[in-house]
T-cell receptor, first 112, second 115 residues
Framework: AQSVTQPDIHITVSEGASLELRCNYSYGATPYLFWYVQSPGQGLQLLLKYFSGDTLVQGIKGFEAEFKRSQSSFNLRKPSVHWSDAAEYFCAVTGTASKLTFGTGTRLQVTL | GAGVSQSPSNKVTEKGKDVELRCDPISGHTALYWYRQSLGQGLEFLIYFQGNSAPDKSGLPSDRFSAERTGGSVSTLTIQRTQQEDSAVYLC?????????????FGPGTRLTVL
């Protein structure tokens, strides 16, 4: 069965500092991997996705993620965090045309 | 273009009542998904429709939950005899079979509160 682990429930960073959110997955075949962001009271917005090709993927809002098959990881990074990045971040995995399995989320707090 | 829309945005009901939640997917999207987001359980898959195929109901938590998709477009999630543990945000998503990597687009959700 597929699963996703986000080991950090809550992270606090200072504005301008770099960010890395961890995601480890379990999936029997080549996975499709996603990062979504959810602001309070809002739906889920896709930040970026990986399904094949270059293992370093670029997303919206200056985010990037690197797929490492050997480590079963898909960590999300941003070189300089802005106060507006405060939100909850979800990593998710799926196969082709199928349900998403989400991690438990990481809540990001940004201090000024 | 228009995204996924859901109605109502908020629903408060009494325990034991039936509720219907509606989802309008992005036009032309063949796949439609329902998920539930609750404090204790996180984001959980409920049901998946793909074209004219039989839906994948493997995530429905009990037989009080059902969903249908009429004409390959609008979907309704019905919860019968609601219980307090049904309180959650119900999210709908859709995707195109032409999309690479099964990118799902989410609606804003319906917040259900069962008193």
């Amino acid at each position: 069965a597929q699963s996703v682990t986000q080991p950090d429930i809550h992270i606090t960073v200072s504005e301008g500092a770099s960010l890395e959110l961890r995601c480890n997955y379990s999936y029997g075949a080549t996975p499709y991997l996603f990062w979504y962001v959810q602001s309070p009271g809002q739906g889920l917005q896709l930040l970026l996705k990986y399904f094949s090709g270059d293992t370093l993927v670029q997303g919206i809002k200056g985010f990037e993620a690197e797929f490492k098959r050997s480590q079963s990881s898909f960590n999300l990074r941003k070189p300089s965090v802005h106060w507006s990045d405060a939100a909850e971040y979800f990593c998710a995995v799926t196969g082709t045309a199928s349900k998403l399995t989400f991690g438990t989320g990481t809540r990001l707090q940004v201090t000024l | 273009g228009a995204g996924v829309s859901q109605s109502p945005s908020n629903k408060v009901t009494e325990k034991g009542k039936d509720v219907e939640l509606r989802c309008d997917p992005i036009s032309g999207h063949t796949a439609l998904y329902w998920y539930r987001q609750s404090l204790g359980q996180g984001l959980e898959f409920l049901i998946y429709f793909q074209g004219n195929s039989a839906p994948d109901k493997s995530g429905l938590p009990s037989d009080r939950f059902s969903a249908e998709r009429t004409g390959g477009s609008v979907s309704t999630l019905t919860i019968q005899r609601t219980q307090q543990e049904d309180s959650a945000v119900y999210l709908c998503a859709s995707s195109s079979d032409r999309a690479t990597g099964n990118e799902q687009f989410f609606g804003p959700g319906t917040r259900l509160t069962v008193l």
